[in-house]
């Protein structure tokens, strides 16, 4: 059973930087797909970022794109996401997923992903 466990999330103000850790366990994590989520106060689950299992696919929401980064180190079962020129409205419960099947189509839905870790909240105070 793949187990996924989020750290690194705090209180930042605006501007500055983060960078979240998913550690994975229990399955061979290096061929799932991985992805993170957040879930703004109030809101919806929200994709924010996707990255195929060699590391080298990667896709983001627009609202991230160009300022948050998802990273993989297969043998430390670990995933990343650098999250640069942090805004207020990035504020949420950061969310690791990992989806066992490796197609491509549809990383950015939700029911795709089947193990998620418990997360880890990020607030940025302007």
């Known amino acids: 059973q793949v187990q996924l466990v989020e750290s690194g999330g705090g209180l930042v103000q605006t501007g500055d930087s983060l960078r979240l850790s998913c550690a994975t366990s229990g399955g061979t994590v290096s061929i799932y797909i991985m992805a993170w989520f957040r879930q703004p106060p109030g809101k919806e689950r929200e994709f924010v970022g996707a990255?195929?299992?060699?590391?080298?696919?990667?896709y983001y929401a627009d609202s991230v794109k160009g300022r948050f980064t998802i990273s993989r180190d297969n043998a430390k079962n670990t995933v990343y996401l650098q999250m640069n020129s942090l805004k207020s409205e990035d504020t949420a419960v950061y969310y690791c997923?990992?989806?066992?099947?490796?197609?491509?189509?549809?990383?950015?839905?939700?029911?795709?992903?089947?193990?998620w870790g418990q997360g880890t909240q990020v607030t940025v105070s302007s």
């Open positions: 990255i195929g299992s060699g590391g080298v696919n990667t």
């Open positions: 997923a990992a989806s066992s099947s490796t197609l491509w189509s549809g990383v950015a839905l939700t029911d795709r992903y089947k193990t």
